[in-house]
Protein backbone atom coordinates (compact mmCIF):
# COMPACT_ATOMS: atom_id res chain seq x y z
CA UNK A 1 0.00 0.00 0.00
CA UNK A 2 1.86 3.32 -1.53
CA UNK A 3 1.21 6.56 0.84
CA UNK A 4 -1.20 8.91 -0.80
CA UNK A 5 -0.82 11.40 1.72
CA UNK A 6 1.85 12.74 3.76
CA UNK A 7 3.33 13.38 6.98
CA UNK A 8 2.89 17.13 6.30
CA UNK A 9 -0.92 17.18 4.24
CA UNK A 10 -2.24 14.48 7.97
CA UNK A 11 0.14 17.58 10.23
CA UNK A 12 -2.36 20.25 8.09
CA UNK A 13 -5.60 18.14 8.22
CA UNK A 14 -4.99 18.17 12.50
CA UNK A 15 -4.00 21.63 12.16
CA UNK A 16 -7.41 22.58 10.64
CA UNK A 17 -9.03 20.20 12.75
CA UNK A 18 -7.60 21.97 15.83
CA UNK A 19 -6.30 18.39 16.87
CA UNK A 20 -3.01 18.50 19.11
CA UNK A 21 -1.03 15.12 17.57
CA UNK A 22 2.20 13.65 19.00
CA UNK A 23 4.22 12.08 15.74
CA UNK A 24 3.06 8.22 17.07
CA UNK A 25 -0.15 9.37 16.11
CA UNK A 26 0.81 11.40 12.93
CA UNK A 27 2.60 8.19 11.74
CA UNK A 28 -0.64 5.75 12.28
CA UNK A 29 -2.71 8.20 10.83
CA UNK A 30 -0.88 8.80 8.01
CA UNK A 31 -1.29 4.93 7.36
CA UNK A 32 -5.08 4.82 7.99
CA UNK A 33 -5.60 8.14 5.75
CA UNK A 34 -3.65 6.46 2.85
CA UNK A 35 -5.54 3.35 3.49
CA UNK A 36 -8.90 5.61 3.30
CA UNK A 37 -8.06 7.41 0.19
CA UNK A 38 -6.71 3.66 -1.37
CA UNK A 39 -10.45 2.34 -0.37
CA UNK A 40 -11.96 5.96 -2.39
CA UNK A 41 -9.75 5.36 -5.48
CA UNK A 42 -10.85 1.70 -5.71
CA UNK A 43 -14.78 2.77 -5.41
CA UNK A 44 -13.86 5.30 -7.94
CA UNK A 45 -12.40 3.17 -10.42
CA UNK A 46 -15.84 0.79 -10.24
CA UNK A 47 -17.68 1.44 -13.66
CA UNK A 48 -20.67 2.59 -12.15
CA UNK A 49 -22.43 2.95 -15.81
CA UNK A 50 -26.20 1.89 -15.43
CA UNK A 51 -26.09 2.20 -12.11
CA UNK A 52 -28.96 4.60 -10.43
CA UNK A 53 -27.53 6.54 -7.59
CA UNK A 54 -29.38 6.51 -4.69
CA UNK A 55 -29.06 7.67 -1.03
CA UNK A 56 -29.65 4.10 1.34
CA UNK A 57 -28.19 0.68 0.14
CA UNK A 58 -31.63 -1.08 0.31
CA UNK A 59 -35.35 0.37 0.47
CA UNK A 60 -37.24 2.12 3.41
CA UNK A 61 -40.48 0.70 3.94
CA UNK A 62 -42.90 3.09 6.37
CA UNK A 63 -42.89 1.14 9.82
CA UNK A 64 -44.94 3.29 11.42
CA UNK A 65 -48.07 1.42 13.22
CA UNK A 66 -51.52 2.42 12.61
CA UNK A 67 -52.55 5.51 15.13
CA UNK A 68 -55.35 3.27 17.09
CA UNK A 69 -57.00 3.69 20.59
CA UNK A 70 -56.18 1.58 23.33
CA UNK A 71 -57.11 1.13 26.89
CA UNK A 72 -54.55 3.75 28.98
CA UNK A 73 -54.02 4.53 32.37
CA UNK A 74 -56.70 6.31 34.42
CA UNK A 75 -55.62 10.11 34.44
CA UNK A 76 -56.98 11.00 37.64
CA UNK A 77 -55.12 7.59 39.17
CA UNK A 78 -52.10 8.55 37.44
CA UNK A 79 -52.15 12.22 38.54
CA UNK A 80 -52.93 11.07 42.22
CA UNK A 81 -49.63 9.79 41.88
CA UNK A 82 -47.89 13.00 41.17
CA UNK A 83 -45.96 15.28 43.48
CA UNK A 84 -48.56 18.11 42.45
CA UNK A 85 -50.90 18.12 40.01
CA UNK A 86 -53.30 21.39 38.44
CA UNK A 87 -56.08 21.31 35.75
CA UNK A 88 -55.65 17.46 34.83
CA UNK A 89 -52.17 18.10 34.52
CA UNK A 90 -48.70 17.65 36.50
CA UNK A 91 -47.78 20.55 38.07
CA UNK A 92 -43.75 21.47 37.48
CA UNK A 93 -41.88 24.50 38.94
CA UNK A 94 -40.99 27.01 35.81
CA UNK A 95 -38.29 26.82 33.94
CA UNK A 96 -37.83 30.13 32.73
CA UNK A 97 -38.34 33.49 34.79
CA UNK A 98 -40.28 36.70 33.96
CA UNK A 99 -37.86 39.86 34.49
CA UNK A 100 -39.77 42.80 35.99
Sequence with gaps: MGERISREQVLH???L???????EEVDRLTVQLAAVLEHAADVSALDTTG???TNHPVPLLN???EDTVVPSLDQDEVLAQAP???DGRFKVPP????EP
Design 84 to 86: AAE
Design 17 to 23: ARLAVTD
Design 95 to 98: ILTV
Design 13 to 15: VAK
Design 63 to 65: VLR
Design 51 to 53: VAP
